[in-house]
T-cell receptor, first 117, second 115 residues
Framework: EAGVAQSPRYKIIEKRQSVAFWCNPI?????LYWYQQILGQGPKLLIQ????????DSQLPKDRFSAERLKGVDSTLKIQPAKLEDSAVYLC???????????????FGEGSWLTVV | SQQGEEDPQALSIQEGENATMNCSYK?????LQWYRQNSGRGLVHLIL?????REKHSGRLRVTLDTSKKSSSLLITASRAADTASYFC???????????????FGAGTRLAVHP
């Protein structure tokens, strides 16, 4: 079974520039997550989709971050304009059904590493 | 703030020793999960323990859960150099009003196992 695919793996941009990350979840997984992980910290949930609808974006900085999930499959996360504090790893993950209840494991991609200079 | 907090933040041991990591959380949970993250990689699910369970085993891993103290521990027995990684606990919260479940991670314990 193919895993969660993310691209690009690494990106360096200047502050105030924009960047976009792409995620292709595991086939058939209804729930897709974007997490932000700053160096030395645990992942923080930015946004959670169920199919192509948003169920939680409470910690997404909506003035600069946006995300969409096209046709309930692939997803893109965009940052515009980027700030220095956005330097982090952006992890995409997916799971079956409605999320991490019971045996519904969340599968993570390798992450997209963003450095803002 | 994070739901789960791990203790210690960093742990350094010799191969063959046991490693114990603790996690505390704040609110009622559906279940608690432990994940591993190798340097520069994504997270990998290790084990899940439900709120009505007290202990669970998987290979060299042993997880306990004490819901009265809102705490969990992960024990890795007979550690190997390959166990070197960061370990995160994650709590599953039922968001009843929204009809979904949310996974919230702690800050992690960085484990170094020396040959």
């Amino acid at each position: 079974e193919a895993g969660v695919a993310q691209s690009p793996r690494y990106k360096i941009i200047e502050k105030r520039q924009s960047v976009a990350f792409w995620c292709n979840p595991i086939s058939g997984h209804a729930t897709l997550y974007w997490y932000q992980q700053i160096l030395g910290q645990g992942p923080k949930l930015l946004i959670q989709f169920q199919n192509n609808g948003v169920v939680d974006d409470s910690q997404l900085p909506k003035d600069r971050f946006s995300a969409e999930r096209l046709k309930g499959v692939d997803s893109t996360l965009k940052i515009q304009p980027a700030k220095l504090e956005d330097s982090a790893v952006y992890l995409c993950a997916s799971s079956q059904i409605k999320g991490p209840v019971g045996g519904n494991t969340i599968y993570f991609g390798e992450g997209s590493w963003l450095t803002v200079v | 703030s994070q739901q789960g907090e791990e203790d210690p933040q960093a742990l350094s041991i010799q191969e063959g020793e046991n490693a114990t990591m603790n996690c505390s959380y704040k609110t009622s949970i559906n279940n608690l999960q432990w994940y591993r993250q190798n340097s520069g990689r994504g997270l990998v699910h290790l084990i899940l323990i439900r709120s009505n369970e007290r202990e669970k085993h998987s290979g060299r891993l042993r997880v306990t859960l004490d819901t009265s103290k809102k705490s969990s521990s992960l024990l890795i027995t007979a550690s190997r150099a390959a166990d070197t990684a960061s370990y995160f606990c994650a709590t599953v919260l039922n968001m009843f009003s929204g009809g979904y479940n949310k996974l919230i991670f702690g800050a992690g314990t960085r484990l170094a196992v020396h040959p």
